[in-house]
């Protein structure tokens, strides 16, 4: 994904590969900070959401495997399973 988001910026002079990766850094921390919270918490809803969006941000990226973890926590929350292993 970030190849071929290279298209855009060949040269690197506007940054926007750098900005994504920032951007990327920022939302990511504070997804899983809230999602380890509500891992925690016991509130598999909001450890669910969290789960999804976290995905969502990942595959944009072209962070797969990190999309496929999300995605096994989302299902897994759906599920009403215990969370706990994931904390």
């Known amino acids: 994904v970030l190849e ?7 040269d690197g002079q506007q940054g926007l590969l750098a900005d994504l990766v920032a951007t990327f850094e920022v939302e990511a921390r504070d997804r899983l900070v809230n999602l380890r919270d509500a891992i925690a918490l016991g509130d598999g809803l909001a450890a669910g959401r969290l789960a999804h969006s976290l995905r969502g941000i ?7 495997h990190l999309a ?17 292993r994931w904390d």
């Open 68 to 84: 496929d973890l999300s995605r096994q926590l989302e299902l897994a929350a759906d599920e009403g399973r215990n969370l706990r």
């Open 4 to 10: 071929s988001l290279r298209q855009y910026d060949p």
């Open 58 to 64: 990942c595959g944009a990226i072209g962070a797969t």
